[in-house]
């Protein structure tokens, strides 16, 4: 390995955990009033885009195993904030959707999100966020294709 990939790797591993840390703060829902886990709030956020899915879908789609997504479903179903049903197909079939309760905070969350994101993009000038942008797009299709 070269000099420079070197130095764009140790670059990498320095910057993941804080982007990763970042972006957990960012999807803080503390401000609602409510405590929940990143990964719950990703849960509510992906069920807001996608409105039903199955159990197995969500897990492989936020990288959790069956076991860890089940749980984390347990824990918004006792919030009211999630409704389990199965599928009259396959009765093996868990499906999930939000309740109105669920809609309600993934939109008010969606809206903190989206406004952490808003602050940290005004500080970037736009010439070097498009770059970023579009690098963190090239980086999300590579990762999706190796999930």
Excluded: C
């Excluded at 955990?17 to 503390?30: K, N, Y």
């Excluded at 008010?108 to 690098?135: D, S, W």
């Amino acid at each position: 390995m070269s000099k420079k990939e070197n130095f764009y790797l140790a670059k990498l591993e320095w910057l993941g955990p804080i982007l990763v840390r970042g972006l957990r703060v960012l999807s803080s829902v503390e401000a609602l009033g409510q405590e929940f886990s990143f990964s719950q709030a990703m849960i509510l956020q992906t069920l807001l885009g996608q409105k039903i899915m199955q159990m197995k879908d969500l897990a492989r789609y936020l990288g959790l195993s069956k076991a860890n997504a089940t749980g984390l479903v347990d824990r918004l179903v006792k919030k009211g904030l999630i409704e389990r049903t199965h599928s009259a197909d396959d009765r093996r079939a868990v499906i999930i959707k939000l309740t109105p309760a669920g809609i309600r905070t993934a939109t008010k969350l969606a809206a903190i999100n989206r406004k952490g994101l808003a602050q940290m993009m005004r500080r970037i000038p736009e010439k070097n966020l498009v770059v970023f942008l579009n690098t963190l797009e090239m980086v999300a299709r590579d990762l999706t294709k190796t999930a």
